[in-house]
Each structure stands twice: as structure tokens, then as C-alpha cells.
């Protein structure tokens, strides 16, 4: 079995990946207007709790076309 790890912009990486190619996830999304990580455009520092939830929902709809048709996503 083969294993990585990947860390950095959900968005940003999911583009590198053929599709189909994900077996499982784990992810920690950032609370909403908890935290400032320095970063621009993260997630979690929009300015209303609707801009955050489409964020979020933008990186889980992305991701779906990259889980394979068998595995357990979502």
C-alpha cells in the first residue's frame, strides 16, 4: 500500500491529482473567525459565516471528483 500526505491549499492541490485517485481524506477545516494564519484568502477569516460555509462547500464539492468510485468519501 501506498500512502502521502498532503499539506497546503485544498484548492491548489486537488489540481495536481488525477482524478479518481483518492482513497480517503482527513481533513481539520479551520473555525470560522477563530484563528489568522497569515495566509491570504484562507478559509475561516471571511467576513460573514455564509462566505466561510461556501468556502467550505467549494473545497468539498471539488474533492468529490477526485475520490474513486469505490472508496468512501464524503
Request: charged residues 20%; negative net charge; aromatic residues 10%.
Amino acid at each position: 500500500m501506498n500512502c502521502t500526505i498532503l499539506q497546503g491549499d485544498a484548492l491548489e492541490l486537488l489540481r495536481t491529482l488525477p482524478p479518481e485517485s483518492v482513497h480517503t481524506c482527513v481533513t481539520s477545516p479551520p473555525y470560522y473567525n477563530l484563528r489568522d494564519y497569515g495566509v491570504e484568502g484562507q478559509i475561516g477569516n471571511e467576513a460573514r459565516v455564509e462566505e466561510y460555509l461556501q468556502a467550505l462547500v467549494t473545497v468539498f464539492v471539488r474533492f468529490d471528483g477526485y475520490c474513486g468510485q469505490t472508496e468512501l468519501c464524503g
